[in-house]
């Protein structure tokens, strides 16, 4: 019973190529999440999705392009794949999107690796 | 704008050992601060989540801390187990926008047996 599971969790690819990776949510939850991990293990959010409008837009290449079907959906495509794209992907989702109410646990997928040949 | 540093980047103790890993945040307005695990080809786990009204939590043999005033959380394993060799994250949300973590760079533990 993955809460949050992604696919595929290896991927290897050409430069130039266009790759998607799919995350689902089991937990009903109404907020979900792109993260990226460099080479360095450092996370930094890329995009947050609400009930399947976008909420949070980091400076992401255009390259990258969100898509939530629906809220327990959220899929990263991303065009014309280069070097610098090498990383660990991760998905999350939240009951809330956040705000200052209180706790706002995120849950993460165990990851989706890109290697870009 | 939140940033958050992790010291020691990497740890290696002796089993039994009782240890402490530090995570300093420039923004002290946060209203909460969380503490992850990571092992190798597997996701963050949420170990600790501190709010801003506490000062400590928790969770068997972790204890968090969190000091608003002087932007430093901590994390005390007791009795360490190899089992606990992992990478440790905190992250500490922006302002309003509670989704949006900021991450240390994480302490990276090693327990030897």
């Known amino acids: 019973d993955t809460a949050v599971s992604q696919t595929p969790k290896y991927l290897v690819t050409q430069m130039g190529n266009d790759k998607s990776i799919k995350c689902e949510q089991n937990?009903?939850?109404?907020?979900m999440y792109w993260y990226k991990q460099d080479s360095k293990k450092f996370l930094k959010i890329m995009f947050s999705?609400?009930?399947?409008?976008?909420?949070i837009n980091e400076t992401v290449p255009n390259r990258f392009s969100p898509k939530s079907p629906d809220k327990a959906h959220l899929n990263l495509h991303i065009n014309s794949l280069e070097l610098g794209d090498s990383a660990v992907y991760f998905c999350?989702?939240?009951?809330?999107?956040?705000?200052?109410?209180?706790?706002?646990?995120?849950?993460f997928g165990a990851g989706s690796r890109l290697t870009v040949l | 704008k939140q940033e958050v540093t992790q010291i020691p980047a990497a740890l290696s103790v002796p089993e039994g050992e009782n240890l402490v890993l530090n995570c300093s945040f420039t923004?002290?307005?946060?209203?909460?601060l969380q503490w992850f695990r990571q092992d190798p080809g597997k996701g963050l786990t949420s170990l600790l989540l501190?709010?801003?009204?506490?000062r400590e939590q928790t969770s068997g043999r972790l204890n968090a801390s969190l000091d608003k005033s002087s932007g430093r959380s901590t994390l005390y394993i007791a009795a360490s187990q190899p089992g606990d060799s992992a990478t440790y994250l905190c992250?500490?949300?922006?302002?309003?926008?509670?989704?949006?973590?900021?991450f240390g760079q994480g302490t990276e533990l090693s327990v030897k047996p």
């Open positions: 999350a989702s939240s009951q809330l999107p956040g705000g200052n109410s209180g706790a706002n646990v995120l849950t």
């Open positions: 937990l009903g939850h109404d907020t």
């Open positions: 999705y609400n009930n399947k409008e976008l909420i």
């Open positions: 923004d002290s307005a946060i209203y909460n």
């Open positions: 501190i709010q801003s009204s506490q």
């Open positions: 992250a500490a949300p922006i302002y309003n926008q509670g989704g949006k973590l900021i």
